[in-house]
């Protein structure tokens, strides 16, 4: 039983880490696993504050994840394609 005291969930999670990087949780997991941070058990998580701070910190030094990528790239497609919808519009 001292085990499962023991391994107790963290005082901070990825619903934690999600809010203080503006991201989904999902998304979330996929730039830790990407980042090779190591899990708190079966699950990822910090006990102070510290370690939640070190781990914002390189996530944030990271690349993006890749929803944003995917986000980055229909904003261009958008834009690229709103300009001559507008001219065809007014002509």
Same mark, same amino acid.
């Given at each position: 039983?001292?085990?499962k005291?023991? *391994?107790?969930?963290?005082? =901070? &999670?990825? #619903?934690a880490? @999600? $809010? ?6 999902? %998304? ?10 190591? *899990?708190?058990?079966?699950t =990822? &998580?910090? #006990?102070?504050? @510290? $370690? ?6 390189? %996530? ?32």
């Amino acid at each position: 039983m001292a085990d499962k005291e023991e *391994k107790s969930k963290p005082k =901070y &999670g990825v #619903d934690a880490l @999600a $809010e203080a990087l503006n991201t989904k949780a999902h %998304l979330l997991r996929i730039r830790l696993r990407r980042a090779q941070v190591k *899990k708190n058990g079966k699950t =990822y &998580g910090w #006990d102070t504050k @510290a $370690e939640f701070d070190a781990v914002v910190s390189q %996530l944030k030094s990271a690349a993006p994840s890749p929803k944003t990528k995917e986000a980055q790239a229909k904003d261009k497609a958008k834009a690229k394609t709103s300009p001559k919808k507008v001219l065809k519009k007014a002509a």
